[in-house]
């Protein structure tokens, strides 16, 4: 139950990515839930037709899982709601920037179908209902397959986090805002992991993202490829090779909670080769080391507005921003005015959920921690 395996592939070639994903897959027999005549979703880290070497799952490593997987006589279509409107349009121009085009090629099927389903999900913590992709629907078997990269709310963006794509791209700032505290985005995105139930995980950590992530980090070599069929327990993994505190990282904090992973790499089964990396920059994440959110020691005592001191927030490197308004109107809380050409941010209204830092095309605004969190982390 708690088995995650792990491969080392040290570059995107497409022997390397053969080799490593058929010993990663087959021979483990994870692909064997596969039948004939099954249509398998493949719901990958499509999140913006920004720098997609790092930003999304590669098309290369994709391409061999699909091989995989049409081998069994099963057909596959590839599909994510990135950030930003859920249209043709908008979905094509991603489809082209990733690299999913030369994948039809293979006679695979990307997602082309736009239209929402609600989910009513009585037994959730928090999202008793709420609107996913229809495309899901069309398929017998979904598969997740993310990317590794540092995440400005959220810390890290990994397996389960990857979830939060089937959430219709429009409707995403109003999922912010509804659940702006990071512990309830966390749980909700539980929530979306635990009804979409994907019968397996892939995380393509060859090249990962550090830095100013989820899109706009550096490319960061890590040399892996991982996969469980459990999101929640690969997510632990990752988070121990990036050097992050498992502490740090809501989702994992979530997914303990539910009784979903251990708490420790401790309680895991790896099997295969992986290896930490050291040096790997981490975003300054949104909960202080110190404080934690509801529950959290200093959240007890002394409320919401140590809260908003202690938090990370958004900061615009002003040289860096060309005006394009991209963050003014992607803002869930109306936090941002225009003033000469450059956002300016209401600390009041910021609910610190990131999108603006997300999905800045020029990587102008970036996460960073109050000092006064910093001088309590010391
Ligand atoms: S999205 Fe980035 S570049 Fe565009 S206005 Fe905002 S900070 Fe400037
Ligand atoms: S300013 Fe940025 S972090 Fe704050 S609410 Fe708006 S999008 Fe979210």
Redesign the pocket.
């Known amino acids: 139950m708690n088995k995650v395996y792990s491969v080392k592939c040290s570059d995107y070639s497409a022997e390397k990515v053969n080799t490593a994903l058929a010993s990663l897959l087959e021979e483990n027999g994870l692909l064997d839930f596969i039948k004939e005549g099954m249509t398998i979703g493949i719901k990958a880290n499509l999140v913006s037709f920004m720098k997609p070497e790092a930003a999304a799952t590669h098309p290369q490593v994709l391409k061999a899982l699909c091989r995989l997987i049409t081998t069994r006589g099963a057909k596959v279509i590839i599909g994510d709601s990135p950030g930003g409107l859920y249209t043709p349009a908008f979905v094509n121009r991603v489809y082209a920037a990733t690299g999913m085009r030369e994948l039809e090629e293979d006679g695979v099927s990307l997602n082309g179908n736009y239209s929402q389903n609600t989910a009513d999900f009585p037994e959730a913590a928090v999202a008793k209902t709420f609107q996913y992709t229809a495309w899901l629907d069309e398929c017998d078997a979904v598969i997740n397959f993310c990317k590794l990269k540092s995440h400005?709310?959220m810390g890290m963006s990994a397996a389960v986090k990857n979830t939060f794509g089937i959430i219709p791209g429009t409707m995403k700032?109003e999922y912010?805002f509804r659940y702006s505290n990071p512990e309830d985005f966390a749980r909700m995105i539980v929530d979306l992991n635990l009804y979409l139930k994907p019968a397996l995980t892939i995380c393509d950590a060859v090249v990962g993202m550090e830095g100013n992530g989820p899109t706009a980090g550096t490319p960061k070599d890590i040399g892996l490829l991982l996969a469980s069929p459990s999101p929640y327990c690969l997510d632990l993994l990752c988070a121990h090779i990036i050097g992050l505190d498992t502490k740090d990282i809501p989702t994992i904090g979530a997914s303990i909670e539910r009784g979903l992973c251990p708490d420790s790499i401790q309680g895991l089964e790896i099997c295969g080769e992986y290896h930490t990396v050291e040096d790997f920059k981490n975003i300054e994440v949104h909960n202080s080391l110190l404080f934690k959110g509801k529950g959290g020691v200093l959240h007890t005592v002394m409320g919401n507005t140590l809260h908003s001191l202690l938090s990370s927030?958004?900061v615009l490197k002003a040289a860096d921003c060309v005006g394009c308004k991209e963050?003014y109107r992607?803002?869930?809380?109306?936090?941002?005015v225009m003033k000469n050409g450059k956002?300016q941010?209401?600390r009041k209204?910021?609910?610190?959920?990131?999108?603006?830092?997300e999905f800045c095309p020029k990587g102008a605004?970036k996460a960073h921690r109050t000092p006064i969190a910093r001088l309590l982390n010391k």
């Open positions: 400005g709310m700032p912010h927030r958004p963050c992607i803002c869930p809380a109306k936090a941002i956002p941010i209401n209204k910021c609910i610190r959920c990131f999108c603006c830092q605004l």
